[in-house]
Structures are given as structure tokens and as C-alpha cells.
Nanobody, 127 residues
Framework: QVHLVESGGGLVQAGDSLRLSCVAS????????MAWFRQGPGEDRVFVAS????????DYADSVNDRFEISRDYANNTVYLQMNSLKPEDTAVYYC????????????????????WGQGTRVTVSS
């Protein structure tokens, strides 16, 4: 069983920064990928960024590339999402997700590929 708990959301102004955290409780040998998704009002849940839990490789959605950075603290089972230069269109509930092995990196942007999800943390960016 994997439990994911996100934190760090809040209300900020355009141009500000936030750092989201996701603390995971799991046996690390079972997880291959961690990711962040977001869901805006009335929208589907969409991919934001992912990280290879063991190797550290990362990938980003085009909409956040060069502004967001995903990272991990392997020793403390924590994944971070550093969000800079925030825009009103970044407003959403942000979810942390864990993908189990065997992992198919070609499906990393599909929410259905991930087995475990956190409860979400809300980010609101005012203009």
C-alpha cells in the first residue's frame, strides 16, 4: 500500500513561486515513477511533470517547462514541485501520483498509468 500526502498549496499572485511537497510512504522497491498532475475547474486531470524514482530523470509538460522543476529526496521519500513565475492559468488542484513497476515510460503522461494518488493541494494564482 502507498500513501501520498501533498502540501504547499496556497493563494499567490502572478509571478510568485510555490513549492509543493509529496511525502510518500511505500516500500521503495515497488515504485518506478512519481509525478505531478493538476486539475483546473471543469477540466480533466493533466500531466505536469514526472521523475524516475530510482534514476532521477525528469520530464515536463510543455506548459510548465522552464518554470517548474520536479525533484526528489530519495532518503525521505519526498517529491517536490518547485513552481516559479506562476500564471493564473496554473490555478488548479495539484495531485501527486506513484507508478509501480514494471513501468512504461511511454505512458507517463496518462493519469490512468498511475496506481496511487494523493488527496491534492490547491494552488490559486491571482492576476
Amino acid at each position: 500500500q502507498v500513501h501520498l500526502v501533498e502540501s504547499g498549496g496556497g493563494l499567490v499572485q502572478a509571478g510568485d513561486s510555490l513549492r509543493l511537497s509529496c511525502v510518500a510512504s511505500f516500500r521503495t522497491f515497488g515504485v518506478d515513477a512519481m509525478a505531478w498532475f493538476r486539475q483546473g475547474p471543469g477540466e480533466d486531470r493533466v500531466f505536469v511533470a514526472s521523475i524516475d524514482w530510482n534514476g532521477g530523470g525528469t520530464d515536463y509538460a510543455d506548459s510548465v517547462n522552464d518554470r517548474f522543476e520536479i525533484s526528489r529526496d530519495y532518503a525521505n521519500n519526498t517529491v517536490y514541485l518547485q513552481m516559479n513565475s506562476l500564471k493564473p492559468e496554473d490555478t488548479a488542484v495539484y495531485y501527486c501520483a506513484a507508478g509501480l513497476r514494471p513501468w512504461n515510460w511511454s505512458s507517463e503522461e496518462s493519469a490512468s498509468s498511475y496506481t496511487y494518488w494523493g488527496q491534492g493541494t490547491r494552488v490559486t494564482v491571482s492576476s
